[in-house]
């Protein structure tokens, strides 16, 4: 079975501090995604990832895939309240399905 | 906007109970994925639907079942209802085609089982 594991899974720090989530497996995966969740609503896709190495920026969030597509970080750059929320990686197995983080609790002091 | 819709919003029943949460996916979506969360927790993945047939089935209880129609809308059936079955259920629809599978997902139906 493969995992992902997420880490930390719980994070508070203060407004304009930089910050690194990270998404760990011994599985390699196809492509992976992150998603942002706030409280009471569904997850948002942030962005995917599909090559060994690869770098996306999003504004203030870095989202880099390992060399060989077994794990992915996000790093965001003075943090913002509303950045605030539960940050989720997907991996996509050998057969198209997505397996799961159990996701890092973000909270931004302003 | 995320353009998949899920009825209702909010549920509150009894211990026993039988009730059905519905999703219409977005506009040519034929994936249609169902999830639970509890408080504070991540995502399990319950059942997947491409259309109209079973696609892979994750954690999903016997009491619970799902099935997508001809129009991909998707019902997800709780029956027997439990105080652990209160959760936020959500429906989650993607092309279906394709390698990254990236989902698209309800804002969600709180259900609470009393």
């Known amino acids: 079975t493969q995992l992902l594991e997420q880490s930390p899974q719980f994070l508070s720090i203060q407004e304009g501090e930089n910050l690194t989530v990270y998404c760990n497996s011994s599985s390699v995966f196809s492509s992976l995604q992150w998603y942002r969740q706030e409280p009471g609503e569904g997850p948002v896709l942030l962005v ?12 203030r969030l870095t ?23 539960l940050y989720l990686c997907a991996g996509v197995d050998s057969n198209y399905q997505l397996i799961w983080g159990a996701g890092t609790k973000l909270i931004i002091k302003p | 906007d995320s353009g998949v819709t899920q009825t209702p919003k909010h549920l509150i029943t009894a211990t026993g109970q039988r009730v059905t949460l519905r999703c219409s996916p977005r506009s040519g979506d034929l994936s249609v994925y169902w999830y639970q969360q509890s408080l504070d927790q991540g995502l399990q993945f319950l059942i997947q639907y491409y259309n109209g047939e079973e696609r892979a089935k994750g954690n999903i209880l016997e009491r619970f079942s799902a099935q997508q129609f001809p129009d991909l809308h998707s019902e997800l059936n709780l029956s027997s209802l439990e105080l652990g079955d209160s959760a936020l259920y959500f429906c989650a629809s993607s092309a279906g085609t394709g390698t990254y599978n990236e989902q698209f997902f309800g804002p969600g139906t709180r259900l609470t089982v009393l």
């Open chain 1, 48 to 59: 995917t990832v599909v090559t060994g190495g690869e770098v996306k920026k999003l504004k």
């Open chain 1, 63 to 85: 989202f880099q895939f390992g060399d060989a597509r077994k794990d992915s970080s996000l790093h965001i750059t003075a943090a913002q309240p509303g950045d605030t929320g």
